[in-house]
């Protein structure tokens, strides 16, 4: 049972790390405050998270928004996109700033012949930015 939870709390681990560095690939800070762009033109202040086509990931997604609305955010929820070729765009676009999803797929997903097998490893291979892993 104690490596049941350890999994558990290992994925839920990953999963928010996942999320704080994909969240980072957003091209504006959602959580500062200012509502104007690079270019001065206004932008919404509005927190967009998406989710996959799963309810586990849904589930996160739902967590996170509950959690910034409670902290006076405003949140749209952009949920049950469906797999990683659909959503991956609105995430390098900045058009979805939240996203839950696992550290290993990710990095498979970046890196499809990494050898990462463990967190220390993932970090090794992910850039400090967090956003494009090495080769």
Known sequence: MSTAR???????????????????????????GDSTGDAGTT??????????????????AEIY???LEGAGFTVERNFNIGQRD????????????????YTGNLLQFYVPDTTATTSDDW???VRPSGRTPTT
Not at 18 to 24: D, E, K
Not at 46 to 58: D, F, K, L, R, W
């Open 86 to 101: 659909l959503y991956m765009p609105s995430i390098e676009d900045g058009s979805i700033d939240l996203f839950p999803e």
């Open 43 to 60: 932008e919404s202040s509005t927190i967009v998270i998406g989710s996959q086509q799963y309810y586990s990931n849904e589930i996160i």
């Open 65 to 67: 928004a509950q959690a």
């Open 123 to 125: 970090s090794r291979t």
């Open 6 to 32: 350890s999994r558990l709390a290992l994925a839920f681990a990953g999963t928010a790390i996942a999320a704080l560095a994909l969240a980072g690939c957003a091209s504006n800070d959602p959580l500062s």
